[in-house]
Every structure is written in structure tokens, then in C-alpha cells.
């Protein structure tokens, strides 16, 4: 007889391929800029881009971010196990299996700075075209913008710290 066990079988952050975060800044419907980042994997997962998408959708629902769903916003759930530090022209991302830090331009800098936080795409889809050494503008603006990747992904409006001497 075989036996199915019932335990969820951990997440091996090898499944989720190689991680990419990115930042920009851009007019928001209020009229004022907001600060964005991106983050998706590479779909370089060992078992294929497939993989990767299942590994990312998984983090993700773990830690009560639903990918499709609607906007999670940090500053009323104050248990998000998503955190964002500003610190010296970088955002850091910090999750469970997860840190990924960014270089962010000046003009993302004072839209955080304003607005106190950032809104986190975090998607599923994964975007191979990534790992080129360089991405166009044109290139993170269709990608990011694209219907398919905003379905496949958790929006997350995050807090944003930083260190305080």
C-alpha cells in the first residue's frame, strides 16, 4: 500500500530560479510619482521556467500575498512578512527565503520619500529577457505594464524604512 503524505514539502529556493528586483519612479493616477519595484524570476529554474512560476506563485501564497488578488497594503497589515529598507541609494526587499536589494534612481528616492512606501509587483511570470546584461526602458515598461504580468502577480503597497543615525 502506498501512502500519501500530507505534509507540504518545503520550498527549495533553487526552484525559484534566479531572482530579479528592479525600481522606477512614474506619474501615478494622482498626479504625483510613485515609487515601483518589480520582482520576478528569470525562469532558470533547474526544472524549467514552469518551475519557477509554480516555485514563485508558492512563495508568495505561503507568506499570504495572492497572486491575481487584490492590493496588500503593509501599512494596514502591519504582519506582512514583506519588508522594504531604504538605505543608501538601494532598496532591500526582505521575505521569508528571500533578500534582494536594488539600485534606485534619485527621482524613485523622492517618490518614496514622499509617499512614506513603494508599490511591490511581485509576479509569477517569469521574464528571461532579464538576464540580458541591460533592459530598455521600453523593454521593463512593456513587461511590467503587460496585463499578463499584473494578473500573475501579488500588489503589495510596502511601507518603506530606513536606518535612522
Known amino acids: 500500500m502506498t501512502k500519501t503524505s500530507s505534509e507540504a514539502h518545503p520550498l527549495r529556493t533553487a526552484d525559484l530560479g534566479t531572482l530579479m528586483i528592479t525600481a522606477w519612479s512614474g506619474e501615478a493616477p494622482d498626479g504625483h510619482d510613485m515609487a515601483y519595484l518589480l520582482a520576478c524570476s528569470l525562469g532558470n529554474a533547474p526544472d524549467g521556467p514552469e518551475a519557477a512560476t509554480a516555485a514563485v506563485e508558492r ?14 497594503d503593509g501599512n494596514v497589515r502591519l504582519s506582512l512578512p514583506v519588508t522594504l529598507l ?15 536589494k536594488c539600485p534606485v534612481p534619485p527621482q524613485w528616492l523622492a517618490a518614496v520619500a514622499k509617499r512614506g512606501y513603494a508599490y511591490f509587483v511581485f509576479t509569477t511570470r517569469p521574464w528571461p529577457e532579464a538576464s540580458r546584461e541591460s533592459v530598455t526602458t521600453e523593454g521593463l515598461a512593456a513587461f511590467a505594464g503587460s496585463e499578463e ?14 536606518l535612522r543615525s
Open 59 to 72: 512563495l508568495l501564497n505561503d507568506n499570504g500575498l495572492p497572486v491575481g488578488g487584490g492590493l496588500v
Open 86 to 100: 531604504v538605505v543608501a541609494g538601494h532598496a532591500v526587499v526582505t521575505m521569508p527565503h528571500l533578500n534582494a
Open 149 to 162: 504580468t499584473l494578473k500573475a502577480a501579488a500588489h503589495i503597497v510596502l511601507p518603506a524604512r530606513s
